[in-house]
């Protein structure tokens, strides 16, 4: 078991090392962890996402180190009794680490690096400690013995010292050549020729344990498939925008802040929201709107997708006609008054108000490509979700919190509605089986904004239940019927359980 668990150590320590050296999405760990999150079922997705939420990354590494080690320790077993088949094993090892690495979208011939030298490496290292494991008989009712234990322990030492030291040296490289940071560091946005008018003071219920109307970035959520966050070099960054158009053309990030910036307030949700879920948020966003880009562009005729590639090979499809119609289409270069946080997207990301982020979000953007439905079907959509996925009408008690305790009397129930390019205009809440009743509603100073609600609940002893539901301007309320958020988005009533004394 040792000597599975060192060799493996020293194969993904100097691995780690050599990929911070040559390209960090080259570590075959997160190659691995990137081929788990394609292949995963939809359900093991929703699965990982409603039980792990903003920590499903960590779970998957997790259980992505469990397998390597529980493979180690059979490698080990396997070298202590016949070492050639140790070293296939090991060579077997390096050339799936090899095929996960090369499968990623983005991946070059010298990606597999990391794997190489690690491999050749972690080879060394179980020559070394399988060369002084060795045993002598003691009697056949006994274990054998070390031959000689000091030297094996000397050697276990010194190859946990180097697959520890070579780890912490890869983290401390690749943290210095966050390339990223640095550029995002060096940006000097201008000031928006069209800034977002203050938002009224109405916009707060003033009810504490809601939601913050707009969402600091610290706390927004992020949902993607990275599992490291991507970093971007302005000095070599380009936008492309092609396919069918007459005028293709690219841009540097110098050039796009030239044509002037917008800023608009926006609130943005993901399709794996559950009824009730945190995975939506509200941020004063600035960019450069989309709409003329594409126009000047030239769009061929019958064209109704446009494609948007990140820098680590995520696809996604936006309807045309969504980006077309009026609405506030951005590429978006700065969240809440700085440039982009580098895990939202820096430098540039998608913006398309009222869809889902996995059709109008696309984040790390680096090309945009003019298409139809038909000839091209991206990430999301090869897994089975909607191609077209307008945000549904929906509604959150955020407090009193479930299974919350509150005495009887006054009891001030509140939350937050959202039906992007609708609005809300009325929210409602039962108590039990009750009639429903009026919600008051904060200031909506936008349709693609979400709306606080509160409700004073005269609250009597026992154990009640809270429901909420909401009506958007084209008169039409959110359905009772339970969906799952695939393949469109949740539907449903969100309700809370409380306990009055």
């Known amino acids: 078991m040792v000597v599975g668990v060192l060799t493996a150590g020293v194969t993904l320590g100097v691995a780690h090392l050599v990929a911070a050296l040559v390209n960090p999405a080259a570590d075959p760990v997160l190659a691995v962890g990137g081929v788990a999150i394609d292949l995963a079922p939809q359900p093991v997705k929703a699965f990982a996402i409603r039980t792990f939420g903003a920590n499903d990354k960590i779970a998957l590494l997790a259980g992505v180190y469990t397998l390597l080690a529980l493979t180690a320790v059979v490698l080990g077993v396997t070298a202590l009794r016949r070492r050639r088949y140790g070293s296939a094993g090991l060579v077997a090892f390096a050339a799936l680490g090899a095929a996960a690495v090369l499968s990623r979208p983005t991946a070059t011939p010298v990606d597999i690096l990391p794997v190489l030298v690690g491999a050749g490496a972690g080879m060394a290292a179980m020559l070394l400690v399988v060369r002084a494991a060795r045993t002598v008989p003691v009697s056949a009712s006994r274990r054998p013995r070390l031959l000689n234990r000091r030297q094996f322990l000397a050697t276990a030492a010194g190859t946990a010292l180097t697959a520890g030291a070579t780890a912490a040296v890869g983290q401390a490289v690749g943290h210095g050549n966050a390339v990223g940071a640095r550029s995002r560091a060096a940006v000097r946005l201008p000031p928006p020729v069209r800034p977002a008018p203050p938002l009224p003071a109405g916009v707060s219920a003033g009810v504490d344990g809601v939601a913050a109307f707009v969402t600091p970035n610290r706390d927004f959520y992020r949902v993607d498939t ?276």
């Not at 910036?261 to 945190?278: A, H, K, Q």
Request: aromatic share 8%; glycine share 10%.
């Open 226 to 501: 990275a599992l490291t966050v991507p970093q971007v070099d302005l000095k070599t960054w380009r936008l492309t925008l092609g396919g069918a158009v007459d005028r293709p053309r690219s841009w540097r990030f110098e050039e796009l802040l030239a044509r002037g910036l917008v800023e608009r307030d926006i609130t943005l949700n993901c399709v794996s929201n559950e009824v009730g879920g945190p995975y939506i948020g509200t941020a004063r966003w600035a960019g450069i709107p989309l709409a003329p880009l594409l126009r000047e562009a030239g769009i061929h005729a019958g064209q109704n997708q446009l494609v948007s590639r990140s820098v680590e090979g995520m696809t996604i499809g936006t309807p045309l006609d969504a980006i077309l119609d009026g609405r506030d289409a951005l590429l978006a270069v700065a969240m809440n008054g700085e440039p982009l946080p580098l895990d939202h997207g820096f430098p540039v990301r998608m913006l398309v108000p009222g869809l889902y982020g996995y059709v109008g979000a696309c984040k790390w953007l680096t090309s945009m490509t003019v298409s139809t439905f038909d000839a091209f079907d991206p990430y999301w959509v090869q897994r089975g979700w909607a191609a077209d996925a307008p945000v549904k009408t929906a509604s959150r008690i955020d407090t009193p919190k479930p299974f919350a305790q509150r005495p009887a009397g006054p009891v001030m129930v509140a939350g937050v509605a959202w039906a992007q390019r609708r609005g809300i205009t009325a929210v409602e809440v039962q108590v039990d089986d009750g009639p429903w009743q009026q919600a008051r509603l904060a200031d909506g100073p936008s349709p693609d904004l979400w709306r606080q609600w509160t409700y004073r609940w005269d609250a009597a002893a026992g154990s009640h239940t809270l429901r909420v539901r909401a009506t958007d301007a084209t008169g039409a309320t959110q359905t009772d019927q339970r969906a799952a958020p695939f393949p469109d988005g949740a539907t449903g009533w969100h309700s809370t359980t409380v306990t009055v004394t």
